[in-house]
C-alpha cells in the first residue's frame, strides 16, 4: 500500500462528473452506470429533499489510489446539492481511523459516520445498528459477498454494527521475468514454490522475498493467508480460540525458514508502505499486496509495472488457499448521532454509493471491489474491465485474475464470522509479531504459537463474558 499510489441524469451533477473524469485521463471504452439517486430503497423510502439545515460528516481514510479521493468528496457535494444536506469529508491516515473513532465514541461526540478499513466490531457497544439499510441494500441489489457480511455482521447478537459497500481482494505480486527464470514462468503457485523458487532468486541476484513481520497489516494479512492455506486457523466457527495446533505451528517453521533463507531483517521494521515501495523500485521478487503499488508502478515506473505478474492465494501443503482480503470499505454510524434527519441522510447516502458503485470501482481504478457484485457489472462482464483494464494494463487483461477472487478469499474471523475479540486481536497485531519472535529466534516456533494463543484466549474470554463470542441459537 502507499499514498503514491452515458447518460446524462441529475443533469449537472453527471456533466461534472464527465468533466473532471476527462480531465483526470480517462480512458475510452466500457464507462459506469448512469448516475442515479432512487427516493426508495427496498424498505426503505426517503425524501426527495431533507429538511433545511440537515448536515452529514464523513472522516475517512486516505485512499490509497488518490484519485478515488478527488472523485469521492466531488461525489459528497454533488449528493448533498441533490439531496439538501450540507456534506462535510475529512480523510485521516490509515493510523488514525482506530483512535479517532474510539475517541469520539468515548467523548460521545464527533463525525456522523466514519469508514473503517477493517471490522469494526470491537466497537460494537458505540454503534448504531444498521440492520434496516442492510436489509434494503440486499432487497434491491441482491446477497452481499460473504466477505463484507462477516465483517459486518455479529450473529451472535443478530447486530449489523456496519455496514460494508466494497473490499478488496490480495493477491500475490510477482516479478514476472525473475520467477520465470527461477522455472516459475506464472510465479509461485503453492508456497513450496515460494520458498524454493524465492530461495533461488535472492542466491542468483540478491533481490529478497518480500512478505513482512512488523506490527502492521500487510504483515498481519500475509500471516493469516498463511495459516489458513496451512490448514490452520485463529478461530473456530464459534469464535473459539484454535491458534496452539500442529498446523498453525507448521505454517511458523515454514515463515522462519523462509526468512532465514530469502528475506532480510528490514521485514521486522516495515510500515504498510515499505512492501510496496521495495517492489515498484525493484528490490523484492515477490509481496501479497491489493493493485495500488502496481497504479504506482505504472505511473512512475512502467517498465516494473509490465513486469508484474498477479496470481491468487498461495496453495497449502494440502493445497488449500485461503488468502485474506486486504482492505474493507465499512462504514459506522455511532450512537451519539441522534438527529433523526441526519441519520436518515446518512442512511441515504450509503444506499446512494452503493447503487452507483460502478463509479466507485471506476474511480478507484479497480481496486474497490463491489461488496453487492450486481452493482459494478462492467467489472465482470466478458470484454468488461477485468478483461479490458481502462487503466493501461500491459497485457489489457492483467487483472483477470482477481475475477474470482471471492473464491479464494478469507476474512478476519474465518471460518466464523468477526466479533469484537476478532476486532481486537487484529488491531493489537498479535499474529505478525508471533511470527517475528519464531523468525529472530526469540521463541521456538511451538513456544510462540502457544504464547499467542493465551493472549487470544484473554481477550476472547473478556468478550465472551460481555455475550458478544459464541455460537448463534439455530
Given at each position: 500500500m502507499n499514498r503514491f499510489l452515458s447518460?446524462?441524469?441529475?443533469?449537472?451533477?453527471?456533466?461534472?462528473?464527465?468533466?473532471?473524469?476527462?480531465?483526470?485521463?480517462?480512458?475510452?471504452?466500457?464507462?459506469?452506470?448512469?448516475?442515479?439517486?432512487?427516493?426508495?430503497?427496498?424498505?426503505?423510502?426517503?425524501?426527495?429533499?431533507?429538511?433545511?439545515?440537515?448536515?452529514?460528516?464523513?472522516?475517512?481514510?486516505?485512499?490509497?489510489?488518490?484519485?478515488?479521493?478527488?472523485?469521492?468528496?466531488?461525489?459528497?457535494?454533488?449528493?448533498?446539492?441533490?439531496?439538501?444536506?450540507?456534506?462535510?469529508?475529512?480523510?485521516?491516515?490509515?493510523?488514525?481511523?482506530?483512535?479517532?473513532?474510539?475517541?469520539?465514541?468515548?467523548?460521545?461526540?464527533g463525525p456522523t459516520?466514519?469508514?473503517?478499513?477493517?471490522?469494526?466490531?470491537?466497537?460494537?457497544e458505540g454503534l448504531q445498528n444498521l440492520a434496516d439499510v442492510n436489509k434494503a441494500a440486499q432487497q434491491v441489489f441482491g446477497k452481499q459477498e460473504e466477505v463484507c457480511t462477516?465483517?459486518?455482521?455479529?450473529?451472535?447478537?443478530?447486530?449489523?454494527?456496519?455496514?460494508?459497500?466494497?473490499?478488496?481482494?490480495d493477491p500475490g505480486d510477482y516479478r514476472v521475468s525473475l520467477w520465470k527464470a527461477a522455472g516459475y514462468p506464472n510465479g509461485p503457485v503453492t508456497y513450496d514454490g515460494l520458498y524454493n523458487g524465492g530461495v533461488k532468486i535472492f542466491q542468483k541476484t540478491g533481490l529478497p522475498v518480500g512478505v513482512g513481520m512488523s506490527p502492521e497489516i500487510d504483515s498481519e494479512f500475509y500471516a493469516r493467508s498463511l495459516i489458513w492455506s496451512y490448514g490452520g486457523s485463529l478461530f473456530d466457527k464459534c469464535g473459539n480460540v484454535a491458534l496452539d495446533s500442529p498446523q498453525v505451528v507448521k505454517a511458523v517453521e515454514f515463515q522462519t525458514k523462509l526468512y532465514k533463507s530469502a528475506e532480510t531483517p528490514e521485514v521486522f521494521s516495515w510500515n504498510p508502505a515499505s512492501n510496496n515501495q521495495a517492489f515498484v523500485s525493484g528490490q523484492t521478487s515477490y509481496i501479497q499486496n491489493s493493485i495500488s503499488f502496481y497504479r504506482t508502478a505504472q505511473q512512475f515506473q512502467p517498465k516494473n509495472a509490465e513486469d508484474t505478474g498477479f496470481s491468487p492465494g498461495l496453495k497449502g501443503p494440502t493445497g488449500d488457499v485461503h488468502q485474506t482480503a486486504h482492505v474493507w470499505f465499512i462504514y459506522v454510524l455511532p450512537k451519539y448521532v441522534t438527529n433523526p434527519n441526519e441519520i436518515m441522510a446518512a442512511k441515504k447516502f450509503l444506499l446512494d454509493l452503493t447503487a452507483n458503485y460502478s463509479w466507485a470501482t471506476y474511480e478507484s481504478e479497480l481496486y474497490n471491489f463491489p461488496a453487492f457484485p450486481k452493482t459494478a457489472p462492467q467489472l465482470w462482464e466478458r470484454g468488461g474491465w477485468l478483461d479490458h483494464d481502462p487503466w493501461g494494463s500491459v497485457p489489457a487483461n492483467k487483472l483477470e485474475v482477481l475475477r474470482n477472487a471471492s473464491k479464494w478469499t478469507a476474512w478476519l474471523g474465518y471460518p466464523g464470522d468477526?466479533?469484537?475479540?476478532?476486532?481486537?486481536?487484529?488491531?493489537?497485531?498479535?499474529?505478525?509479531?508471533?511470527?517475528?519472535?519464531?523468525?529472530?529466534?526469540?521463541?521456538?516456533?511451538?513456544?510462540?504459537?502457544?504464547?499467542?494463543?493465551?493472549?487470544?484466549?484473554a481477550i476472547v474470554a473478556k468478550w465472551r463474558a460481555k455475550g458478544y463470542v459464541g455460537c448463534p441459537a439455530k
Open positions: 447518460q446524462c441524469i441529475a443533469g449537472v451533477f453527471t456533466l461534472v462528473l464527465s468533466v473532471a473524469a476527462m480531465a483526470a485521463g480517462t480512458t475510452t471504452g466500457i464507462q459506469p452506470a448512469p448516475l442515479h439517486f432512487p427516493s426508495k430503497f427496498g424498505s426503505m423510502k426517503f425524501p426527495a429533499k431533507f429538511p433545511a439545515g440537515t448536515t452529514l460528516t464523513l472522516t475517512q481514510w486516505s485512499h490509497f489510489v488518490p484519485r478515488y479521493d478527488k472523485w469521492f468528496d466531488q461525489y459528497a457535494q454533488e449528493w448533498g446539492k441533490k439531496n439538501g444536506v450540507k456534506v462535510t469529508v475529512q480523510h485521516i491516515s490509515l493510523g488514525d481511523i482506530v483512535p479517532t473513532l474510539a475517541a469520539s465514541i468515548a467523548a460521545k461526540r459516520m466514519f469508514e473503517t478499513i477493517a471490522t469494526p466490531a470491537a466497537f460494537i462477516s465483517q459486518s455482521y455479529l450473529p451472535i447478537t443478530k447486530t449489523w454494527y456496519g455496514y460494508c459497500d466494497g473490499w478488496v481482494p468477526s466479533s469484537p475479540a476478532v476486532s481486537e486481536v487484529y488491531n493489537t497485531h498479535l499474529l505478525s509479531t508471533m511470527m517475528a519472535e519464531a523468525a529472530r529466534g526469540d521463541k521456538t516456533p511451538a513456544q510462540a504459537v502457544k504464547d499467542t494463543a493465551a493472549q487470544i484466549g
